[in-house]
């Protein structure tokens, strides 16, 4: 029998609660009160747009006047400018642009242009018989001092009896035939009458690396224009070689060069840093560099004694540390050092007669180690130390003569200036 279902039951109990419930909510509730609503005349609106236009004008001209005049004005302000300036990060190319820009600007006046003309001017001829053509221009260079020294490839001025004209960025033009060549490098040394003008700064080689973004300057034959080009150091330590036999050294030749990637062929053009300080001056020669402390070494003596004098051991010689790895076979002469030997029968002796190494009894074959207390490496060769050293001074060298080491004093000579 189906049951039957009673008062007491809770499903009905909750119902009839629920019911009474409402009913006693409904008889209860408070009515819910509208929000106010504050209005303004239209008149009172546009009095606090007056104002506040004036106050933001008032509070700028005293912020643009203020500035000079209350520094502690400027400190105040600064940290918003500076969030305001840095709100759009600077991308890595826009800084190397805006250096590249400014460099150009500053080291342009010391780059200039050499012309030596194929034909004469004639003394009475005409305005067009005063001009140079292109087919006069023979390079770059670049002016080093303030009282007009300047240096160049040689390939720039191969002819140092010829009178030569040097052409600024200003577009005036200096005649000399005022020359130094450099007996240990390409390079050769002008000078051009007069005073104040721009003086490089030198880079520092020990902080140079490769892949260092640098910058050519050279100039238009015609236009006497800049012409940049923005590269990269491929080498710092290069030597160039052709032939096995280019791989001897003389002791009186500073034969490393530097490199860049793009192998400018022009002679003379100067390559700087991103910074504006010299680096090199292209040889022109398949983008080699001869390197700034070779230029600067050789401006210290010309200043000194009125030419480039250098020093001279009178020795040729393989630097084994760059030979290793490039021989056949383990050699037994060691992995450093300086071999003295020949380039090849025609070529110019091991040692040359009657020079200090002559004299100090150095042989074919000898090794030599030391240097004073400097060891010779790959970077660091004979020819440097021996270039690097005073003039006429007497250095100790430490060579290996069969499976004995001996020390041997040597005087060095120097060439005339």
Known sequence: MKAKIVPTSPKVRDSEQRDADVEEFLRRAEPISKPSIVRFSASFLVLVVVLGFLAGTVGTVVVLAGKEQWPWLQQWLAPTVQETNTARPVTRKEVVTEQYVDTV???????????????????????????????????????????????????????????????????????????????????????????????????????????????????HAVTLAPAIALTELATLNSVRVNERGDLVQSSERLSQVYQTRTGAD????????????????????????????????????????????????????????????????????????????????????????????????LKVGDIILRVDDTSLTES??????VQGAAARATLTLTIVRGKDEQRLPVTLDTTSP
């Not at 018989?129 to 260079?141: I, M, W």
């Not at 660091?380 to 130390?385: M, P």
């Open 380 to 385: 660091l060769t004979l020819s440097q130390i």
């Open 266 to 361: 022009a002679p003379g053009v100067p390559t700087f840093s991103i910074g504006g300080k010299l680096i090199g001056l292209h040889t022109g020669t398949d983008g080699d560099i001869t390197p700034v402390d070779v230029i600067n070494s050789g401006l210290q003596r010309l200043q000194k004694t009125g030419g480039v004098v250098r020093n001279v051991l009178g020795v040729h010689y393989l630097n084994l540390a760059v030979a290793k790895g490039l021989l056949l076979s383990p050699t037994a002469e060691g992995e450093r050092g300086a071999h003295v030997t020949s380039a090849g029968e025609t070529s110019a002796p091991a040692i040359i007669p009657k020079s200090p190494a002559d004299r100090a009894g």
């Open 105 to 219: 600007g500053k080291v342009d006046p010391n780059v200039v242009a050499i012309f030596v003309r194929k034909v004469p001017a004639k003394k009475n001829g005409t305005l067009l018989d005063q001009l140079y053509t292109p087919s006069d221009f023979r390079g770059t260079g670049v002016l080093l001092t303030e009282d007009g020294i300047g240096v160049t490839s040689r390939r720039a001025i191969p002819d140092l009896t010829k009178e030569v004209a040097i052409v600024t960025a200003s577009k005036a033009v200096y005649l000399t035939k005022d020359f130094s060549a450099d007996p240990a490098s390409d390079l050769v040394y002008f000078r051009i009458s007069g005073k104040g003008f721009p003086v490089l700064d030198f880079a520092d080689t020990g902080s140079l690396l490769v892949s260092q973004r640098v910058i050519d300057v050279n100039r």
